[in-house]
T-cell receptor, first 113, second 116 residues
């Protein structure tokens, strides 16, 4: 069936470097995409979202890129900090808000001092 | 602060008993809420969509008689795990879209269930 997947299950970066987390999705009808951060033992925390009519959106230290041609989504974190250590999930939805989210498998980001 | 609250944060129960988990939207109304289950080191799996005033919609493979969902008000959905067994031990998470926040979907802090 349709699914959202991630290329890398783990990612280790040096503190201060930029991090790029990738995600592939297979449902071309998806209209809405979200990145979540999940720390150990906690619920997912919203980071940034993007609609399918956009290809880039920037937040504070984070940027999400959407390439609909190859059905690829990425999250860029600038100047990675120790507090960024967590598991990051991408999720897709057919319609923003009212529809269910399908989650990818997650990428664990670890920061080296 | 949290916009979606879950209670309890963790619970331990004996096999065969039932456990209720509450999900509340704070400062906004939610006609729809979602319940997920997450096993250690795995992703979130949608269990069901909770609809205010009507029956929940369950995902394939999720037993509706075992995981009872009640969405009696616009700010509260409950998930009851009936006749719990050790394999039901998991992290249960709810979410709700906030119209005031442009339909951004917020998640609760999750509820750890351990069945012994």
């Amino acid at each position: 069936g349709e699914s959202v997947g991630l290329h890398l299950p783990t990612l280790s970066v040096q503190e201060g470097d930029n991090s790029i987390i990738n995600c592939a999705y297979s449902n071309s009808a998806s209209d809405y995409f979200i990145w979540y951060k999940q720390e150990s033992g906690k619920g997912p925390q919203f980071i940034i979202d993007i609609r399918s009519n956009m290809d880039k959106r920037q937040g504070q230290r984070v940027t999400v890129l959407l390439n609909k041609t190859v059905k690829h989504l990425s999250l860029q974190i600038a100047a990675t900090q120790p507090g960024d250590s967590a598991v990051y999930f991408c999720a897709e939805s057919l319609v923003q808000g009212a529809q269910k989210l399908v989650f990818g498998q997650g990428t664990r980001l670890t920061i080296n001092p | 602060g949290a916009v979606v609250s879950q209670h309890p944060s963790w619970v331990i129960c004996k096999s065969g008993t039932s456990v209720k988990i509450e999900c509340r939207s704070l400062d906004f109304q939610a006609t729809t809420m979602f319940w997920y289950r997450q096993f250690p080191k795995q992703s979130l799996m949608l269990m069901a969509t909770s609809n205010e005033g009507s029956k929940a919609t369950y995902e394939q493979g999720v037993e509706k008689d075992k995981f009872l969902i009640n969405h009696a008000s616009l700010t509260l959905s409950t998930l009851t795990v009936t006749s719990a067994h050790p394999e039901d031990s998991s992290f249960y998470i709810c979410s709700a879209p906030s119209r005031a926040a442009g339909n951004t979907i917020y998640f609760g802090e999750g509820s750890w269930l351990t069945v012994v």
